[in-house]
Structures are given as C-alpha cells and as structure tokens.
C-alpha cells in the first residue's frame, strides 16, 4: 500500500511560480515510476512529468518541457514539480500518482494516487 498527499497549490499570476510536493508513505519501491497529471474542466486527466524513483531519469509533457521540473527526495519519499513561467492553461487540478510497473505513461497505468490540488493561473 502506498499513500500519496499533495499540498502547495494555490492561485498565482501568469508568469509566476508554484512548487508542488507529493510525501509518500508505506512501501515505495525502487522499480516505481511517480508521476503528475492534471486535469481541467471537461477534458481528460493528462499526465504532465514522471521520474523513475531509483535513477531518477525524467519525461515530460511538450506542453511544459523548460517551464516545469519534476524531482524527488528518497530520504524524505516525496516527489515535488517545481512549476515556473506559469500560463492560464495550466489551470488544473494536480494528482500525483505512482506505477508499480515502472512504465506507465497514461492515469489508467497508474496505481495509486493522491487526492488533487488546484493550480489557477490568471491572466
């Protein structure tokens, strides 16, 4: 079991910048994948960055890639995405979620998940 809390959401202009943190707890296992997605009104959860827990190797969505950086603090078993150069489109709730699998690049993929934090960006 494993058990995900996101906080560090909030309302911010555009351009500015939010830090997300994800602290695990119970088993996290090396193999796994952790990873943001964010949902909008009326559209599909999309995943938004992953990291792998053991070598920490990165991917991200095109929509952020050189706006937002996703990390991860083994000894403190939480997983953070710093976001900066924020836009009105990223207005969204964020989830962050783990796969056991170490793959998963799609919310049907993941297994466990935390229970979301609104971001809104104004104009």
């Known amino acids: 079991q494993v058990q995900l809390v996101e906080s560090g959401g909030g309302l911010v202009q555009a351009g500015g910048s939010l830090r997300l943190s994800c602290p695990a707890s119970g088993s996290t296992f090396s193999e796994y994948r952790m990873g943001w997605f964010r949902q909008a009104p009326e559209k599909e959860r999309e995943i938004v960055a992953a990291i792998t827990w053991s070598g920490g190797s990165t991917y991200y969505a095109d929509s952020v890639k050189g706006r937002f950086t996703i990390s991860r603090d083994k000894a403190k078993k939480t997983v953070s995405l710093q976001m900066n150069s924020l836009k009105p489109e990223d207005t969204a709730v964020y989830y962050c979620?783990?796969?056991?699998?170490?793959?998963?690049?799609?919310?049907?993929?993941?297994?466990?998940w935390g229970q979301g934090t609104q971001v809104t960006v104004s104009s």
């Open positions: 979620a783990a796969d056991r699998q170490g793959r998963g690049s799609r919310a049907i993929e993941y297994d466990y």
